[in-house]
C-alpha cells in the first residue's frame, strides 16, 4: 500500500523559508517522478514542482521559480521542498504526489496524472 506523508508546513512570516518533507512507502521510491501541489481556499490546485526519479531533471511553476528548489534523497524514500522568499500568495495546502504510469514533462503539471496522494501540510504566510 503507497503511502505519502507531508511535513514541515507551518506559520511563516513573508520573506521566511519553509522545508517541506514527503516520507514514501509501499513503492519503489527511485522509479517515480514525484511532484508538490498547493490548493489555496476557494481556488483549485495548482502544479507547484516535479522531479524525475534519479533527481535529474526538475520542474517548476512559473510563480514559485527561483523562490523554491524540489530536491529528493532516494535512500531515505523523501522529496523536499525548500521554499524561500515566501509571499502572502504562497498560503495554501501542498500536497506531494506519485506518478506511476503517464511519463514525461508534459504530465507534470496534469493532476489527473498523479496517482498517489498525501494529505497535505498547511501553509500559512502573514504578510
Known amino acids: 500500500q503507497v503511502q505519502l506523508v507531508e511535513s514541515g508546513g507551518g506559520l511563516v512570516q513573508a520573506g521566511g523559508s519553509l522545508r517541506l518533507s514527503c516520507a514514501a512507502s509501499?513503492?519503489?521510491?527511485?522509479?517515480?517522478?514525484m511532484g508538490w501541489f498547493r490548493q489555496a481556499p476557494g481556488k483549485d490546485r495548482e502544479f507547484v514542482a516535479a522531479i524525475r526519479g534519479n533527481g535529474a531533471s526538475t520542474n517548476y511553476a512559473d510563480s514559485v521559480k527561483g523562490r523554491v528548489t524540489i530536491s529528493r534523497d532516494n535512500a531515505k524514500n523523501t522529496m523536499y521542498l525548500q521554499m524561500n522568499s515566501l509571499k502572502a500568495e504562497d498560503t495554501a495546502v501542498y500536497y506531494c504526489?506519485?506518478?506511476?504510469?503517464?511519463?514525461?514533462?508534459?504530465?507534470?503539471?496534469?493532476?489527473?496524472?498523479?496517482?498517489?496522494w498525501g494529505q497535505g501540510t498547511q501553509v500559512t504566510v502573514s504578510s
Open positions: 509501499g513503492l519503489t521510491f527511485s522509479e517515480y517522478t
Open positions: 504526489a506519485e506518478r506511476t504510469s503517464a511519463s514525461g514533462r508534459f504530465y507534470d503539471t496534469v493532476i489527473s496524472a498523479y496517482d498517489y
